[in-house]
C-alpha cells in the first residue's frame, strides 16, 4: 500500500510539473539581476583579504560579523505569465545568502581578514538548486486571480503557499546563530563555516513561524 501512494505522488506531481511548464512563461525582472539587488555567487572557500584601504583599530574586538541577504538563484525566472494572468517575485524573495567578515590577530598582533559567503540551504533552496529552475511560482505581485492560482498551486504541489527562504535575518541565542524570514522555522547556522545545521524546532517543542526581528532586552 505505501509503495502505490507513493507511486500514486510521483505520478500527480509529474503531471502537476507538465501543467506548470504548458501553461506558465518565465521571464526575467531586469531590476532584480542588476545593482544592489543583482545576484552574486558563492565563492567557495574563504578568501583572505589583503589589500585594505584605512587600518582596523587596535582595540577593535575579534569574531565575525555575518549579513543576511536575499539572492535570486534563478534570476532570469523571477516573473511568469500564464493564462491566469501575470505574476512576478519581489526584491526581498531570493533565497537567503550569508555573507562573513573574520577578523582575528596573529600571535604579532596583525590583523588576518577573510570573507566567505554562502547559501542558507533551505528545503526550498535545495529543491530549487536540484531542479535548476524555479520550483515556486511568483505570487507576491500580480493580477488577484493570478496571485491566487500560484499560492494554490504552490500548495499543493510543496505543501505551502510560499518558499522558506531563511533571508532577513541572523541572530545569535543560548551560544547558537540562526537565519530567520517570517514564514518558516529559522534555520542554524555554524557561524565558523556558514553552514546549515538544519531547521531549528526547538527539540521537537515548536512548530510554527519565528519571528525574523528578534529584539534583545539588557
Not at 505522488?9 to 521571464?27: C, G, H, P, Q, T
Not at 581578514?113 to 520550483?135: G, M, P, Q, W
Not at 521537537?204 to 526581528?213: L, V
Request: zero cysteines; proline letters at 6%; hydrophobic letters at 35%.
Amino acid at each position: 500500500m505505501q509503495e502505490l501512494t507513493k507511486a500514486l505522488k510521483s505520478v500527480s506531481s509529474d503531471l502537476l510539473d507538465r501543467f506548470i511548464d504548458s501553461v506558465y512563461k518565465f521571464s526575467e525582472q531586469p531590476y532584480l539581476n542588476e545593482g544592489n539587488f543583482g545576484p552574486v555567487n558563492e565563492i567557495g572557500d574563504e578568501v583572505f583579504i589583503d589589500d585594505l584601504n584605512g587600518e582596523v583599530p587596535k582595540d577593535f574586538p575579534e569574531g565575525v560579523y555575518i549579513r543576511n541577504g536575499p539572492n535570486p538563484l534563478n534570476a532570469s525566472q523571477t516573473a511568469a505569465e500564464s493564462i491566469f494572468g501575470p505574476t512576478s517575485y519581489m526584491y526581498y524573495e531570493g533565497h537567503g545568502m550569508l555573507h562573513a567578515i573574520y577578523l582575528s590577530k596573529s600571535n604579532l598582533g596583525e590583523w588576518r581578514i577573510s570573507y566567505k559567503n554562502k547559501y542558507v540551504d533551505t528545503d526550498t533552496f535545495e529543491l530549487e538548486r536540484k531542479k535548476n529552475k524555479i520550483a515556486f511560482l511568483p505570487s507576491a505581485e500580480g493580477e488577484p486571480y493570478a496571485t491566487l492560482v500560484a499560492f494554490l498551486l504552490n500548495t499543493v504541489r510543496f505543501g505551502k503557499p510560499v518558499k522558506d527562504s531563511a533571508n532577513t535575518s541572523i541572530f545569535q541565542h543560548a551560544g547558537r546563530a540562526f537565519a530567520a524570514t517570517e514564514n518558516h522555522l529559522p534555520y542554524e547556522i555554524d557561524i565558523n563555516n556558514l553552514r546549515t545545521l538544519g531547521p531549528y524546532n526547538i527539540n521537537g517543542a515548536w512548530d510554527q513561524p519565528f519571528t525574523s526581528h528578534p529584539k534583545y532586552e539588557q
